[in-house]
């Protein structure tokens, strides 16, 4: 089961072996898909800089177009042996060659009692951070927080602090090429998610609607025990949801669930949608790249409990996952598989695929220290 930090972020917000690579090939005379696979070599393991023994991966991958990675670590506080929980939990870039870049997303000038991060977008050679913080200006007994998107450049530099409006309570967030941000919050009285398109500045621009492929909807279409799951809670189902930059567009993908459709956004609203044809009992567990006609994720299967934790209504409010060895190739035509590549391990933590390489995480040596690894395929 994932690091119970990690699921703090979310609803507040929420040795390696030999791989190989299983290409498609026409089915053969009992209607099985027959493939064809080809090793994949991995580079010695890189240790990254400045990183406690045995530090925790607390939040989901990003990745830029250099195969850096970035994600929350629990465990970084170089130079400050008496660091709180709070202050250890870093939001890092992890470069190919190990060294790493630090985003202080707790000090932003003009506000104070900044939140823990809701979301993270990496695109436009920038990293965004959602969070929640306080003006000084407010008055003591009437404070009450604005949603705050905070922009950084690659080497860890705040240079813009987007302020929302405060009615808004944005769990997930996207940026478009354009600069423009989609917030989406939780619309309780409809029961659907709402999507709002503003400006770099904070100033509103339109709505957006999803349609049909709305989550919450969906999920509220189906039983509460159909196909043997339960329903998740709205909050947290939003929070695990996630953007991704597809050229101008932005993909949503719907993380740590199977049945709901990943959907292409633009900022007019919906282009198309399309629901994975995910394996028995496999929901999508994270995101490694995509191209205009497929995608690639690491799958999983939800681990059930005797007592999981429950809303008032019965929903779900946190997901466990047992991740899957390998890396899977979906279209985005149809949500067929195309692909897998078994990684070897379930101890490797797939990031990204950039420059003909997949860029993964593990642990080394006796310490268990954090090591960044490139495969490429042979």
Known sequence: MRNGLRYLILVYLCVVSPAVIAQDRPANHDGQTSVASASIEFSRPKIIADLNAKPTIAGRFDCSEDGSIYTF??????NNAGATPKERLALLGIHPDGSVTSFSWRSVQGYRDISLPKSVYVGNGQVYVLVEGTPDSAIEGRRSPYPLVLTFDQNGSLIRTTVLEQGLDPLTFGVFRSGNVVVISEDRLNHRMALDLVRPDGTAIRQLDLGSSDYLALQASKTSEEGGQRKYNPTLLIAMSKFFPLGDHLLLVPL???GLPIVELGEQGVVKAVVPQLPEHAVLESFISSTTSALKMRLATVVQT???ALDPQGNLLSVGTTPSPR???????????LSETD??????QPACEAAGAFRLLTSTGSAGK?????????
Request: proline share 8%.
């Open 73 to 78: 670590i629990d465990g970084y506080a170089p």
């Open 256 to 258: 740590e669930t199977s």
């Open 306 to 308: 005797q007592h999981p």
């Open 327 to 337: 890396i899977t190739e979906l279209s985005l035509a149809d949500g067929k598989v």
């Open 343 to 348: 990684i070897g391990s379930p101890l490797v």
């Open 370 to 378: 954090l090591a960044v690894v490139a495969a490429h395929s042979r």
